[in-house]
């Protein structure tokens, strides 16, 4: 079980008022295999993401562990809308713009994700990414700290 500090807390609060995104959110899988569940939302609009949990390669951010890299949803790219549908995290949040980036807390396989969204049409730009990227890493680090305490 992942215990969110308020150093996490306080990187997904900038990383959002840094890309002027609705929501940023952080993915943890628990144990290898498992599903990943959500544990932190910046901007959410209810507690709902707490709740929800979800498979490796179903949504954009199952997606993106799968893959082991950054996936993006959008209404200006074709074949989004299935991925969107499949995120529950972007069905309750009624985001229409998504860009999800996986992490590794363990230094081996992807095992959390980092999900930017909007609830507009919006496509990040390439700077957004890089910096979230940046911040994708420090929360493996952040969440690999918290795993062993």
């Known amino acids: 079980m992942l215990e969110i500090t308020d150093e996490m807390r306080k990187t997904l609060d900038q990383l959002r008022d840094r890309i002027y995104g609705d929501l940023t959110a ?4 628990s144990k290898p295999g498992g599903r990943l569940q959500w544990y932190y939302a910046s901007g959410s609009r209810s507690e709902r993401y707490r709740r929800i949990s979800f498979k490796v390669g179903h949504g954009i951010a199952g997606m993106a562990v799968r893959l082991g890299r950054t996936v993006t949803v959008s209404a200006m790219l074709s074949g989004s809308i299935r991925l969107r549908q499949e995120c ?3 069905l309750a949040e009624q985001l229409h713009s998504a860009v999800a980036i996986p992490f590794s ?27 979230a990227t ?16």
């Open 134 to 149: 940046q911040v994708a890493e420090q929360l493996g680090q952040l969440c690999a700290h918290t795993l062993t305490l």
């Open 105 to 131: 807390s363990t230094g081996d396989l992807p095992n959390g994700v980092l999900l930017l969204g909007n609830r507009d049409v919006r496509v990040f730009t390439d700077s957004d990414v890089a910096g």
């Open 88 to 90: 529950a995290l972007m």
């Open 26 to 29: 952080l993915a943890l899988m």
